[in-house]
């Protein structure tokens, strides 16, 4: 398993601002991934970040709007950019800390309203 | 590509009542399965994974599913419902360890006293 941290839990945003979200997890893991729940839908993948290279982004996502930073094997953080109403939604971030089972571990969450 | 059809946004069971969620994938490649469930305000928690081992899979809180290849189904059950047991909960669908899941839309249970 994994104990994942997300900094900020929630915050209320101002239209045009952007909002740096960090996760930190407390083991090294190869792949994190970048998650968006808007309000009363399912999951969506943003981007999957790998240690050492540029995200991966999913259609529908781009870096100017969503850049992804990943430093090191416990820490990633997540921007978004200019930002309007529409982006008020919880974004996740997870990781896989299995070698052979595919499971993910999400972190809380952070709630972004944005005005 | 994978993609993951839950059927019912909502379900409302009594407490006691069989709960029945439903699940359909489609995939290229033998799937790994799963059921997460998210309470209010909260992040997902995995009830149970399938990844070939065996087709009953048993996870957390009296939960099971059952993965029928020839039904491309993994619906999941639970014999007596509980009032904590009302929550989303998300079917989703990989390819292999360290891949990316896809999600279903979800389903919201709940549990009627």
């Known amino acids: 398993s994994a104990v994942i941290s997300q900094k900020p839990s929630r915050d209320i945003c101002q239209r045009g601002t952007s909002l740096t979200i960090q996760c930190q997890v407390d083991?090294?893991?190869?792949?994190m991934f970048w998650y968006r729940q808007q309000p009363g839908q399912s999951l969506t993948l943003i981007a999957t970040?790998?240690?050492?290279?540029?995200?991966?982004?999913e259609s529908g996502f781009v870096i100017d709007k969503f850049p992804i930073s990943r430093p090191n094997l416990t820490f990633s953080t997540l921007t978004v950019s200019n930002m309007s109403p529409e982006d008020s939604s919880i974004y996740l971030c997870s990781v896989d800390v299995s070698a052979n089972t595919g499971e993910l571990f999400f972190g809380e969450g952070s709630r972004l309203t944005v005005l | 590509a994978q993609s993951v059809t839950q059927l019912g946004s909502h379900v409302s069971v009594s407490e006691g009542a069989l709960v029945l969620l439903r699940c359909n994938y489609s995939?290229?490649?033998?799937?790994?399965l799963f059921w997460y469930v998210q309470y209010p305000n909260q992040g997902l928690q995995l009830l149970l994974k399938?990844?070939?081992?065996?087709?009953l899979v048993k996870g957390i809180n009296g939960f099971e599913a059952e993965f029928k290849k020839s039904e491309t189904s993994f619906h999941l059950t639970k014999p007596s419902a509980h009032m904590s047991d009302a929550a989303e909960y998300f079917c989703a669908v990989g390819k292999a360890a360290g891949n990316k899941l896809t999600f279903g839309g979800g389903t919201r249970v709940l549990v009627k006293p």
């Open positions: 083991s090294q893991v190869t792949m």
């Open positions: 399938y990844t070939s081992a065996a087709t």
């Open positions: 995939s290229s490649v033998p799937p790994y």
């Open positions: 970040a790998n240690q050492g290279s540029e995200a991966t982004y």
